[in-house]
């Protein structure tokens, strides 16, 4: 085994490059195309920590494949969070360094997969007694709901927010099936809807494997929206650095709870994080009415770790340098680490 920490070990940072065919026009372009910052701070602080760094977008897996090989790399940071403008590929490429036998930092194929299947996901949650909010799924624009009011749509197989605008959340059947005819067309895959729970809003970043940790909650703050808006982190709000939403729903971490609150947050998160067979790091988002109940929205592998994300935060929070969490990944994943982690989920 090689010392970590040194020149010895080769890190390939690998993330999805940006194919310019006419997508970067629609805005849901800017998530994929953060990626690059994204693989910029990683592989600074990979360097700073004293690896032998490299990065490489992966815009063709024929030509770039045996680039890889003839890099010999000890292990690979995987960043991509899809393949030539496909985001619903994100598995596939976990799934390709698994074929080649690399070891890879992140989640694994049958974790991305199932996350990026909202419905899937919550059948699982479902079949745990995971609290999730009650839901259903159309294929075509719907005559009724048996929903209570309000409701909100997404694609059901999307992540990054993509499909969740401040008009998804939606209160009557003329603007339910407005909305899923909208996604239908644009997504072509089925919307999922689900009731709308009025409250506050959490993550919960967890940090693996072997047991794996809560990192600090943080809450979205809703207070400088009107009554109008709906209190919803949209895709505007993630992405759209100057649109009102993005400066009208920070962070704050950690967030201003009870001890019971944050304990009873952090347990529904790792139950999440273990029934989906997580690995390495992820955030589980939620929402608690009014009566302190807790609502699961969705599982999310492989969050973004750019300076400004809610998972750096996170860390920082807990009083771990980022270095450290990259030194922790590589380490993990060179040492097997995962493979304990997925012979105590089993």
């Given at each position: 085994?090689?010392?970590?920490?040194?020149?010895?070990?080769?890190?390939?940072?690998?993330?999805?490059?940006?194919?310019?065919?006419?997508?970067?026009?629609?805005?849901?372009?800017?998530?994929?195309?953060?990626?690059?910052?994204?693989?910029?701070?990683?592989?600074?602080?990979?360097?700073?920590?004293?690896?032998?760094?490299?990065?490489?977008?992966?815009?063709?897996?024929?030509?770039?494949?045996?680039?890889?090989?003839?890099?010999?790399?000890?292990?690979?940071?995987?960043?991509?969070?899809?393949?030539?403008?496909?985001?619903?590929?994100?598995?596939?490429?976990?799934?390709?360094?698994?074929?080649?036998?690399?070891?890879?930092?992140?989640?694994?194929?049958?974790?991305?997969?199932?996350?990026?299947?909202?419905?899937?996901?919550?059948?699982?949650?479902?079949?745990?007694?995971?609290?999730?909010?009650?839901?259903?799924?159309?294929?075509?624009?719907?005559?009724?709901?048996?929903?209570?009011?309000?409701?909100?749509?997404?694609?059901?197989?999307?992540?990054?927010?993509?499909?969740?605008?401040?008009?998804?959340?939606?209160?009557?059947?003329?603007?339910?099936?407005?909305?899923?005819?909208?996604?239908?067309?644009?997504?072509?895959?089925?919307?999922?809807v689900e009731k709308?729970?009025?409250?506050?809003?959490?993550?919960?970043?967890?940090?693996?494997?072997?047991?794996?940790?809560?990192?600090?909650?943080?809450?979205?703050?809703?207070?400088?929206?009107?009554?109008?808006?709906?209190?919803?982190?949209?895709?505007?709000?993630?992405?759209?650095?100057?649109?009102?939403?993005?400066?009208?729903?920070?962070?704050?971490?950690?967030?201003?709870?009870?001890?019971?609150?944050?304990?009873?947050?952090?347990?529904?998160?790792?139950?999440?994080?273990?029934?989906?067979?997580?690995?390495?790091?992820?955030?589980?988002?939620?929402?608690?009415?009014?009566?302190?109940?807790?609502?699961?929205?969705?599982y999310n592998p492989?969050?973004?770790?750019?300076?400004?994300?809610?998972?750096?935060?996170?860390?920082?929070?807990?009083?771990?340098?980022?270095?450290?969490?990259?030194?922790?990944?590589?380490?993990?994943?060179?040492?097997?680490?995962?493979?304990?982690?997925?012979?105590?989920?089993?």
């Open positions: 085994m090689k010392k970590l920490g040194t020149k010895d070990i080769k890190v390939l940072i690998v993330f999805n490059g940006v194919v310019e065919n006419g997508a970067e026009k629609d805005p849901d372009f800017i998530s994929e195309a953060e990626v690059r910052k994204m693989a910029t701070f990683v592989y600074d602080a990979a360097v700073a920590e004293g690896y032998a760094a490299m990065a490489m977008p992966i815009f063709d897996i024929c030509r770039d494949i045996p680039k890889i090989m003839d890099l010999n790399p000890d292990i690979l940071i995987n960043l991509c969070e899809g393949y030539r403008g496909n985001s619903q590929d994100e598995m596939n490429m976990a799934g390709l360094w698994e074929l080649l036998g690399l070891p890879y930092t992140g989640n694994t194929p049958s974790t991305l997969a199932l996350a990026q299947d909202k419905t899937a996901a919550k059948a699982i949650f479902t079949a745990n007694n995971i609290p999730t909010p009650p839901y259903e799924v159309f294929s075509s624009v719907p005559k009724n709901t048996c929903l209570e009011f309000p409701v909100i749509a997404k694609p059901a197989r999307e992540d990054a927010s993509l499909g969740i605008n401040a008009d998804s959340v939606l209160k009557n059947i003329g603007q339910l099936r407005e909305k899923t005819a909208e996604l239908l067309e644009k997504y072509k895959q089925p919307v999922l709308f729970i009025q409250g506050r809003e959490f993550n919960v970043a967890i940090l693996g494997n072997c047991p794996p940790r809560v990192l600090p909650v943080s809450e979205i703050d809703f207070s400088r929206l009107g009554a109008e808006d709906a209190h919803v982190t949209s895709y505007e709000a993630k992405w759209i650095e100057d649109h009102p939403l993005y400066k009208g729903t920070p962070s704050k971490c950690p967030a201003d709870i009870s001890f019971k609150t944050k304990k009873a947050l952090g347990d529904v998160a790792l139950r999440v994080f273990r029934a989906l067979n997580g690995k390495d790091y992820g955030r589980v988002d939620m929402r608690m009415d009014d009566e302190g109940n807790i609502f699961v929205l969705e492989n969050p973004d770790i750019s300076p400004e994300s809610g998972y750096c935060k996170a860390l920082k929070a807990a009083g771990i340098s980022f270095g450290d969490f990259i030194g922790r990944l590589i380490s993990d994943n060179l040492n097997g680490t995962e493979n304990e982690n997925k012979k105590n989920v089993a």
